[in-house]
């Protein structure tokens, strides 16, 4: 009795802790926190977004992929090559250690809306389900910010520091 009983309660409070307005998408151990999207400037065909994926679990997880109904779901990275910053896609996957968690913000990994059907407009909200290899899929709203937010001049230029040769 105890025991069904205690599942009961979890139950309930796993319904109840669906996101209504929060800024926080889950889905078993993957927690994702505050995701926005840039807005986009008329006819781009690419749009970036952005978040922080924390894994709460004891095992590793990896964001595989992810699906939209306005664009197609990339996983991308920017990386500083002989000072030049450049993207590419991530293949097989994003991993997110356990107990850990890893950020998805300008500059580095991000995930990549390409093929865009239409601009993503300031103000916007727009849905995307991204996919884990153990969590599974996680229903994602993100809030759309300005082409100018959150730390656009904080991309490294350069890297030239070391110079090392071999
Ligand atoms: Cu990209």
Redesign the pocket.
Known sequence: MRHSSLFALALAFTLSAAPALAQEFKAGDIVIEKPWARATPKGAEVG?AYMTIENKGAAPDRLTGGTSDFATVEI?EMKSENGVME?REVTGGLDIPAHGSVALAPGGY?I?FTHLAHPLAKGDTIKATLTFEHAGPVEVEFNVLGVGAAGTGGAMKGGAMGGMKM
Do not use: P, R, T, V
């Open positions: 970036g991308h993207m991000h990549m």
